[in-house]
C-alpha cells in the first residue's frame, strides 16, 4: 500500500496528466488517467515475471536484484523528499485521458524499473506464502496506486494551491522517508540471499 501510495502522489509524467486533464476538462477526466495503470503494467508484469522466475532459483542473482530494487526504492524516496513542493508542470493537453493515460504510462520507464527491480521479487515473495497473498499485494497496490491518483484527481479540480500547500509537499516527504525504509528491508533481503 505504501509503494502504491507513493507512486500515485509522486511528481511524474503520469500525475501531470491528471492534474492537467482534472484542471481542464474536470475530475472525470483525470479519473480517466488514473486508472490507465491497469492497462499498462500488465505487460511489464508479464515480462518480469518470467525473467525472474528462471532466474530465482539462483539466489545470487535474486540477492543482486534485490539490492537493485532497494537502491531504487532509495532513489524514489529520496526524490520524493526533494521534489516535494517543486511545481509540476503542466501540459496543452486535450481530451482523451485515457488514451493519452496509456501512452504516457507506457512510454515512462518509472513502472518497468519497479516491476523488474521491486514489484515482482515482492509479488513472487508473496505468491511462495499463498496465492491469496499475491493477490492482495496486486489489489493493495493498484487500490492505492489508482485511488490516490483519483483523490489527487478531485482535489485538483476543486483547488490549485493544494498541490504547492503544506499538506501536500509534507505527506511527500513523510512517505518519502517510509520508502527509504522499505528499501533498507528490501536491501537486507538481498543480503540474506548472498549469505
Known amino acids: 500500500m505504501l ?18 486533464q482534472s484542471l481542464k476538462y474536470g475530475r472525470g477526466e483525470g479519473i480517466k488517467v488514473a486508472f490507465s495503470p491497469l492497462i499498462t503494467d500488465l505487460p511489464a508484469i508479464l515480462l518480469t515475471i518470467f525473467l525472474i522466475s528462471e532466474i530465482t532459483s539462483n539466489e545470487e542473482i535474486f540477492g543482486y536484484i534485490s539490492f537493485l530494487g532497494g537502491s531504487y526504492v532509495i532513489y524514489l524516496g529520496v526524490e520524493s523528499i526533494i521534489n516535494a ?12 485521458s485515457l488514451q493519452k493515460g496509456v501512452l504516457t504510462n507506457f512510454l515512462n520507464p518509472h513502472p518497468y524499473m519497479f516491476w523488474l527491480s521491486v514489484g515482482t521479487p515482492l509479488l513472487l515473495k508473496a505468491y511462495n506464502l499463498s496465492f491469496l497473498s499475491a493477490a492482495l499485494f496486486i489489489f493493495s497496490f493498484y487500490l492505492t496506486i489508482i485511488g490516490s491518483k483519483i483523490i489527487i484527481a478531485f482535489v485538483a479540480d476543486k483547488s490549485r494551491s493544494f498541490l504547492t500547500g503544506n499538506t501536500y509537499v509534507w505527506t511527500l516527504r513523510v512517505l518519502g522517508a517510509l520508502l527509504i525504509m522499505l528499501a533498507l528491508f528490501l536491501i537486507r533481503d538481498g543480503w540474506n540471499y548472498l549469505n
Do not use: D, F, Q, R
Open 3 to 20: 509503494l502504491g501510495t507513493m507512486a500515485g502522489i509522486s511528481p511524474g509524467p503520469l500525475l501531470a496528466l491528471v492534474i492537467n
Open 85 to 96: 513542493g517543486k511545481e509540476i508542470k503542466l501540459s496543452s493537453a486535450k481530451s482523451h
